[in-house]
């Protein structure tokens, strides 16, 4: 089975300085990695993909993730951090199953912008 | 992308009772899915939901507890049956309509068993 991890529970950063959150994943084959955020009281929304191609995928609200096959590694990075990112971000890998190629989820890593 | 409609978006229940969550899509998909989030968790996957046949459960989900229904291409329903304080907790629903956007997801129904 497919599987991602996120290391830190929570990133602190203050307003304006670049923010990193990191991701880590285990796939055979080749992977399809997600990333998500969660607001307060609302749904998932999705931020970018990676399937192939560019190991720098640009997302939304400014928010890009480099692929690294060697490190494993799908962190997610903006460069300059707002305090309307404070959320919690969650990273995705797409497992096949007989069911059908479902979400797997890491653990979430929440993201608190200081201004 | 797809718009899901998903309703009640929030629910307080007595233990013992049901709770039936709704999921409209506004595009014909042929696999939904339902997860559930936990106080302070990840989001874990109950079930896939194609249209027409059974459900297929994960591992520590079962059908009596969590009965799905998938009547037609745009609409899913979840019931969390014989609740319990345990099952408090954020239920969405999801589809990937591989257009470029992921797997979106509906707004959530936060669930919590008194």
């Known amino acids: 089975a497919q599987s991602v991890a996120q290391p830190e529970d929570q990133v602190n950063v203050a307003e304006g300085n670049p923010l990193t959150v990191k991701c880590t994943y285990s796939v055979s084959g080749n992977p399809y990695l997600f990333w998500y955020v969660q607001y307060p009281n609302r749904g998932l929304q999705f931020l970018l993909k990676?399937?192939?191609?560019?190991?720098l995928v640009k997302g939304s609200y400014g928010f890009e993730a480099e692929f690294n096959k060697s490190q494993t590694s799908f962190h997610l990075k903006k460069p300059s951090a707002l305090v309307s990112d404070s959320a919690l971000y969650f990273c995705a890998v797409r497992d096949y199953t007989a069911a059908g190629n479902k979400l797997t989820f890491g653990g979430g890593t929440r993201v608190l912008v200081k201004p | 992308s797809a718009v899901i409609s998903q309703k009640p978006s929030r629910d307080i229940c007595q233990r013992g009772t049901s709770l039936t969550i709704q999921c409209q899509v506004d595009?014909?998909?042929?696999?939904m899915f339902w997860y559930r989030q936990q106080p302070g968790q990840s989001l874990t996957l109950i079930a896939t939901?194609?249209?027409?046949?059974?459900?297929?459960?994960e591992s520590g989900f079962v059908i009596d507890k969590f009965p799905i229904s998938r009547p037609n291409l745009t609409f899913s329903t979840l019931t969390v049956s014989n609740l319990s304080p345990e099952d408090s907790s954020i239920y969405l629903c999801s589809v990937d309509l591989s257009d470029g956007y992921g797997y979106t997801f509906g707004s959530g129904t936060r669930l919590t068993v008194v």
């Open positions: 990676y399937i192939t191609g560019d190991n």
């Open positions: 939901a194609n249209q027409g046949s059974e459900a297929t459960y």
């Open positions: 595009s014909q998909v042929t696999m």
